[in-house]
């Protein structure tokens, strides 16, 4: 595994926030829903833009270029324009750090 800590837990102190991280030479987004973080690539694979720029509401993040979706647990495209999925990377908290698996 090739766990990368990553963020604090207090950078996320609410449901529904994202923010951008760099892992190394990857650009994550990094979400807090329902108390539980995620990870995914930040860029959306339509057009290029800042998922982390985009509005997050239902376990789903929403593009701020073209209004795609993707469901952040899975990294499935949810509608257009977007037709390929996002790379979803596994997040685990030890005390307050917060790790990605950036091998996914």
Same mark, same amino acid.
């Given at each position: 595994?090739?766990?990368?800590?990553?963020?604090?837990?207090?950078?996320?102190?609410?449901?529904?926030?994202?923010?951008?991280?760099?892992?190394?030479?990857?650009?994550?987004?990094?979400? &807090?829903?329902?108390?539980?973080?995620?990870?995914?690539?930040?860029?959306?694979?339509?057009?290029?833009?800042?998922?982390?720029?985009?509005?997050?509401?239902?376990?789903?993040?929403?593009? %701020?270029?073209?209004?795609?979706?993707?469901?952040? &647990?899975?990294?499935?495209?949810?509608?257009? %324009?977007?037709?390929?999925?996002? &790379?979803?990377? %596994?997040?685990?908290?030890?005390?307050?750090?917060?790790?990605?698996?950036?091998?996914?």
């Amino acid at each position: 595994m090739n766990w990368i800590r990553i963020a604090s837990t207090d950078q996320l102190t609410e449901d529904d926030e994202v923010i951008p991280v760099a892992a190394g030479e990857k650009q994550l987004a990094l979400y &807090r829903i329902e108390g539980e973080f995620h990870a995914s690539d930040n860029v959306c694979t339509h057009a290029y833009a800042l998922l982390s720029d985009g509005y997050l509401e239902d376990g789903c993040i929403e593009c %701020p270029l073209h209004q795609a979706k993707f469901d952040i &647990r899975t990294g499935q495209a949810m509608c257009a %324009p977007a037709t390929t999925g996002i &790379r979803i990377y %596994p997040v685990k908290v030890e005390g307050q750090d917060i790790y990605a698996n950036l091998q996914g």
